[in-house]
């Protein structure tokens, strides 16, 4: 069964503080995705990565940074964590840009 | 620009009442079409996609989708909802880039 795994359902963090989110997947996929989803918005694109190393800014980067050193994962940072960035975060992964992508399921992020 | 629009935010029916759930892109070039759901506490799963050929699409759990593209629509239909099918359902599509619509919140009575 594929799969893509993020490191953990829950966070709490304080303002300030720098915050990781990692993102796996089994799939040998090119291309992973970090999304913000909120109520009534649907999900934003943060970032997109079509390859290691490599790396595109979507509609939502301010605030965030990614990083993907192997294949298989791609990491979510937040720099200096803020209220604002309280939300639902969603990693995905997709063989082609086109192609369906694969999701995993979700971190909810609390900053207080 | 490319956008998806979602005319329902919230769509609540009876058990075993037929649903639709209306979808309407806005792209410059040609697209590719999918549904998602989202049970309550879980990442998106496909429901369904269209690529190319007929324009009917069959999916999971007895959904069904059709692509009009005159009218820039893939709406998305089930015949007779379940309590299971209570959840938010996200129409996208790939033009230039991937694009979510803003969900649709199917609330499935007894």
């Known amino acids: 069964d594929v799969k893509v795994t993020q490191s953990s359902r829950y966070l709490v963090k304080r303002t300030g503080e720098k915050v990781f989110l990692e993102c796996v997947q089994d799939m040998d996929h090119e291309n992973m995705f970090w999304y913000r989803q909120d109520p009534g918005l649907g999900l934003r694109l943060i970032y997109f990565?079509?390859?290691?190393?490599?790396?595109e800014k979507g509609d939502i980067p301010e605030g965030y940074s990614v990083s993907r050193e192997k294949k298989e994962r791609f990491s979510l940072i937040l720099e200096s964590a803020s209220t604002n960035q309280t939300s639902m975060y969603l990693c995905a992964s997709s063989q082609a840009l086109y192609n369906e992508q694969f999701f995993g399921p979700g971190t909810r992020l609390t900053v207080l | 620009a490319q956008s998806v629009t979602q005319l329902d935010s919230q769509v609540p029916v009876f058990e075993e009442a037929p649903v639709e759930l209306r979808c309407n892109y806005s792209?410059?070039?040609?697209?590719?079409l999918f549904w998602y759901v989202q049970y309550p506490n879980q990442g998106l799963q496909l429901l369904l996609k269209y690529l190319s050929g007929s324009t009917l699409v069959k999916g999971i759990n007895g959904f069904e989708a059709e692509f009009n593209k005159s009218q820039t629509s893939f709406h998305l239909r089930k015949p007779s909802v379940h309590i299971s099918d209570t959840a938010e359902y996200f129409c996208a599509f790939y033009g230039q880039n991937f694009v979510f619509g803003p969900g649709t919140r199917l609330s499935v009575l007894p």
């Open positions: 990565s079509y390859d290691v190393k490599m790396k």
């Open positions: 792209s410059s070039v040609s697209v590719y």
